[in-house]
Nanobody, 121 residues
Framework: QVQLQESGGGLVQAGGSLRLSCAVA????????VGWFREATGKEREFVAG???????TSSDSVKGRFTISRDDDQNMVHLQMNRLKADDTAVYYC???????????????WGQGTQVTVSS
């Protein structure tokens, strides 16, 4: 059983930073791949970044160099540090988990409720 809860969303100005956190409940977390997706109004949900239990991470081209994903297994937490935010980053951000990184990208098994990130001028 895996349960996810996002936090840290909010309103920031363009060029600013924000850190999202995902609390993971479940004794199988350590072997799961965990990542972030986002869904902007009028757009399809898209993959943002993911990290495997080994610590290897990947991110989408749209956020490379700006967003960094990390996981802290001791605290059962996954974070997404977002820097140099821009208007296109405005979306609801969802934490997701799956048995491995391939499944995470294709069809995550578990989802959080989402947290709103709004970037304004």
């Amino acid at each position: 059983q895996v349960q996810l809860q996002e936090s840290g969303g909010g309103l920031v100005q363009a060029g600013g930073s924000l850190r999202l956190s995902c609390a993971v409940a479940g004794n199988i977390f350590r072997t799961y791949a965990v990542g972030w997706f986002r869904e902007a109004t009028g757009k399809e949900r898209e993959f943002v970044a993911g990290v495997a239990w080994t610590g290897v991470s990947t991110s989408s081209d749209s956020v490379k160099g700006r967003f960094t994903i990390s996981r802290d297994d001791d605290q059962n937490m996954v974070h997404l540090q977002m820097n140099r935010l821009k208007a296109d980053d405005t979306a609801v951000y969802y934490c997701a988990a799956a048995p491995d990184s391939v499944v995470l990208r294709r069809a995550p098994a578990y989802w959080g409720q989402g947290t709103q990130v709004t970037v304004s001028s």
